[in-house]
Nanobody, 114 residues
Framework: VQLQASGGGLVQAGESLRLSCTAS????????VAWYRQAPGKQRELVASIIHGIGIDYSDSVKGRFTISRDSVKNTLDLQMNNLRPEDTAVYYC?????????WGQGTLVTVSS
C-alpha cells in the first residue's frame, strides 16, 4: 500500500488545517488506518486511528479538536484539525496496517505559531 500525505502548512494558534492521505488500495479495505505525528526531538506518537470492528480512537491531547475520517469518493484518510495549538507542531504521518505489515506515508509538516 502506497500512501501520500498532504495538507500541512503554517497556521496561527486557533486556526484549522485538514490533512489528507491518498492510498493506492481501497481505503475501506485496510483494517487499520491512523495518523501519527513526530515533533522535533520527540518520539512518533499516535494521534488518531480507525480500527475495523473496534472504532475510532484519539489521543487525549487532540480529543475534541481533531477528527479522523475516510472519504470513499476520494479514497483518502483525512484528519480535520481545529483549534490548533503550538504543541501540535510536528510532522504528521499517515499509517496503514494490513496483517503484520505497516505502511507509512512520507509525512507532512504542520507548524502552529503562537
Amino acid at each position: 500500500v502506497q500512501l501520500q500525505a498532504s495538507g500541512g502548512g503554517l497556521v496561527q494558534a486557533g486556526e484549522s488545517l485538514r490533512l489528507s492521505c491518498t492510498a493506492s488500495a481501497s481505503i475501506h479495505s485496510i483494517p487499520t488506518v491512523a495518523w501519527y505525528r513526530q515533533a522535533p526531538g520527540k518520539q512518533r506518537e499516535l494521534v488518531a486511528s480507525i480500527i475495523h470492528g473496534i472504532g475510532i480512537d484519539y489521543s487525549d491531547s487532540v480529543k475534541g479538536r481533531f477528527t479522523i475520517s475516510r472519504d470513499s469518493v476520494k479514497n483518502t484518510l483525512d484528519l480535520q484539525m481545529n483549534n490548533l495549538r503550538p504543541e501540535d507542531t510536528a510532522v504528521y504521518y499517515c499509517n496503514a496496517q494490513r496483517g503484520h505489515v505497516n505502511y507509512w506515508g512520507q509525512g507532512t509538516l504542520v507548524t502552529v505559531s503562537s
